[in-house]
Nanobody, 123 residues
Framework: QVQLVESGGGLVQAGGSLRLSCAASGRTFSSYAMAWFRQVPGKGRDFVAAISWSGGQTYYVGSVKGRFTISRDNAKNTVYLQMNSLKPEDTAVYYC????????????????WGQGTQVTVSS
């Protein structure tokens, strides 16, 4: 089992950058595929980016490709989401997730979730 805690959210102007972190507990972090999802009120969780257990493979939703970068440091049990050129439509609660399906894009591909961190992009 793994517990996930996100941090790094906040308020930023359009065009700005934020770096989200997700710290995982447990000794088996490197066994998990990881992902970031986001959710706005009244909607389901949408896939943003995923990374394989080794970090060698990544996948992004089209709307963030070229602006966001997912990475991981297995020695620090942490996965990151670097978000550049932020837009108001990126405003959401961002969640990290852990599971065993490499580069899964559906919420039910993942077994463990953090509590979320709010990202607000002003125009």
């Amino acid at each position: 089992q793994v517990q996930l805690v996100e941090s790094g959210g906040g308020l930023v102007q359009a065009g700005g950058s934020l770096r989200l972190s997700c710290a995982a507990s447990g000794r088996t972090f490197s066994s998990y595929a990881m992902a970031w999802f986001r959710q706005v009120p009244g909607k389901g969780r949408d896939f943003v980016a995923a990374i394989s257990w080794s970090g060698g493979q990544t996948y992004y939703v089209g709307s963030v490709k070229g602006r966001f970068t997912i990475s991981r440091d297995n020695a620090k049990n942490t996965v990151y989401l670097q978000m550049n050129s932020l837009k108001p439509e990126d405003t959401a609660v961002y969640y990290c997730a852990a599971g065993f399906i490499t580069l899964g894009t559906r919420a039910y591909d993942y077994n463990y979730w953090g509590q979320g961190t709010q990202v607000t992009v002003s125009s």
